[in-house]
Antibody
Framework: EVQVLESGGGLVQPGGSLRLSCAAS????????MTWVRQAPGKGLEWVSS????????FYADSVKGRFAISRDNSKNTLYLQMNNLRAEDTALYYC?????????????WGQGTLVTVSS | QSALTQPPSASGSPGQSVTISCTGT?????????VSWFQQHPGKAPKLLIS???KRPSGVPDRFSGSKSGNTASLTVSGLQAEDEGDYYC??????????FGGGTKLTVL
């Protein structure tokens, strides 16, 4: 069974940093692009960042470019999101999602999300 | 990276059909056959209903169907059931490795 499980969320002050992790199982992790999507409380979905299977390509939304860094460790079947210089508007539930194959094909497996709250 | 446009709400009675639209531009919806639709129930993760405009993953009922014309994609839910109530989001590949979502549509089964 395909599963992705996020962790690492929490309360952080503005300007602080946080690292999210996403543990994957049930599929050949290195063969699939992976994506982070966030959802602010009561709001819609927002694409954050994506990474290719071999980690040779990374992509970011303008809202996080220069502050967030996506990475993956294919030997550990784990996806990461390093978030620096956090702002109040980054407060959201962060989902990890697996691509059908690559990003343009769609996202067919989602975790339950990890909550990030940026507040003083 | 502007959000795709969806109606904020839609509704229908059990057994009826309802169509939700998703309007973008030639840089996203109109430029790629890469539109997806997701269903989200309260407190739950999104679930993929449709990928690549009209492909249904295994396990998704054939009551759900997708189409696209120009810069507008559509999701049709036929034979509405109570469990179809929830939020629906479209997304499209936007080129240069980006993805853009719609603002979401709240579907109410009357």
């Amino acid at each position: 069974e395909v599963q992705v499980l996020e962790s690492g969320g929490g309360l952080v002050q503005p300007g602080g940093s946080l690292r999210l992790s996403c543990a994957a199982s049930g599929f050949t992790f290195s063969s699939y692009s992976m994506t982070w999507v966030r959802q602010a409380p009561g709001k819609g979905l927002e694409w954050v960042s994506s990474i290719s299977g071999a980690a040779d390509y990374t992509f970011y939304a303008d809202s996080v470019k220069g502050r967030f860094a996506i990475s993956r460790d294919n030997s550990k079947n784990t996806l990461y999101l390093q978030m620096n210089n956090l702002r109040a508007e980054d407060t959201a539930l962060y989902y990890c999602a697996k691509a059908v194959l690559v990003l343009k094909d769609g996202l067919d497996a989602w975790g339950q999300g990890t909550l990030v709250t940026v507040s003083s | 990276q502007s959000a795709l446009t969806q109606p904020p709400s839609a509704s229908g009675s059990p057994g009826q059909s309802v169509t939700i639209s998703c309007t973008g531009t030639s840089s996203d919806v109109g430029g790629y056959n890469s539109v997806s639709w997701f269903q989200q129930h309260p407190g739950k993760a999104p679930k993929l209903l449709i990928s690549e405009v009209s492909k249904r993953p295994s396990g998704v009922p054939d009551r759900f169907s997708g189409s696209k014309s120009g810069n507008t994609a559509s999701l049709t839910v036929s034979g509405l059931q109570a469990e179809d109530e929830g939020d629906y989001y479209c997304s499209s590949f936007g080129g240069s490795g980006s993805l853009v979502f719609g603002g979401g549509t709240k579907l109410t089964v009357l």
